[in-house]
Structures are given as structure tokens and as C-alpha cells.
């Protein structure tokens, strides 16, 4: 079974749903996508189902710290949900998760060394405490602030 349409993002992937169509109709079809899917029992199987649950979870203004404890998920898998969802289109604030110093250190480090695909090779380049998790959040965050950069006319 192919997984169903659950992040903005995927809005993209279909013919004829222009920007424009998607800014005004995308938010609320997304909504109905997904009230139905989370109220089916064999939801858990469809691509993208644990990051939605992370995300009902954000949308209900729960933290990190409770959504770890509610769902057995450790912080780097959290992080990795968040990095995830913002790479299919999902609009996420990520100060409150990694700080803009953090953010800019890890950016710039990842484009001086020509933004790799290896997570692992920006980490080594980067101080201690700054864990896989964030790295994958920041490199997400850049594209995310980049693509609103595009769409907006300001690059």
C-alpha cells in the first residue's frame, strides 16, 4: 500500500496543486489526511505514523523531555522525528531546540566543508555536545530557511 499524503511537503508531489492552491487549501486537507488516519487501528503501519505522533504530540505543546518519557523514544530519536518532518515539508520552529549560536555553528561547518551528506563527517568537525540529532535538526533547519527564502522572493 502506498503511504498516504500526511506532511505539506508531500502537497508538492501533486499535479496541478500549485503553491498557491496549496498556501490556501494545503493546512486544512492535511488536517482531514490526517484525522482520518489516526483514527484508524492500523495506523502504526503507514510511513511517516511515528512522526506524525511526535508531531501531534508538539502540536499539543508537549516537550521533549514528556514525549521521550510518553513514548519510549530517546532525545537523538526526537531530534531525528523533528529533522524528518521539516524535510517533508513540515514548517517547525527549531530555536527552542537548538540554539541560533548552535544553529550557526553547525551550519557553517557544514557548508565550509561542502555540506556532506555524512552527518558523522560535520560532527567530527564540530566541538563536543553537539550530537548527531541537533546536526541532522540544524542541516534541516538551513534547508527549511532556505526554501522560505526562495518562495518568498528574498534570494
Do not use: C
Request: hydrophobic fraction near 35%.
Amino acid at each position: 500500500m502506498e503511504s498516504p499524503t500526511l506532511f505539506t511537503g508531500q502537497l508538492e508531489e501533486i499535479p496541478g496543486f500549485s503553491a498557491h492552491k496549496r498556501g490556501r487549501y494545503g493546512p486544512e486537507i492535511i488536517r482531514e489526511i490526517r484525522s482520518y488516519y489516526t483514527s484508524q487501528e492500523w495506523v502504526k503501519s503507514i510511513k511517516g505514523a511515528t512522526y506524525l505522533e511526535t508531531l501531534d504530540y508538539l502540536q499539543a505543546g508537549t516537550s521533549l523531555e514528556e514525549i521521550m518519557h510518553a513514548r519510549g523514544l530517546g532525545l537523538e530519536t526526537l531530534y531525528g522525528h523533528l529533522a524528518w518532518m521539516i524535510e517533508h515539508g513540515e514548517h517547525l520552529e527549531i530555536d527552542q531546540y537548538v540554539t541560533a549560536e548552535e544553529q550557526k555553528t553547525i551550519q557553517t561547518a557544514w557548508l565550509e566543508l561542502g555540506q556532506p551528506e555524512s552527518i558523522n563527517t560535520v560532527m567530527q568537525y564540530l566541538p563536543e555536545g553537539l550530537g548527531y540529532g541537533k546536526i541532522k535538526l540544524a542541516i534541516a533547519g538551513w534547508h527549511q530557511n532556505r526554501k522560505e527564502e526562495v518562495t518568498s522572493g528574498t534570494d
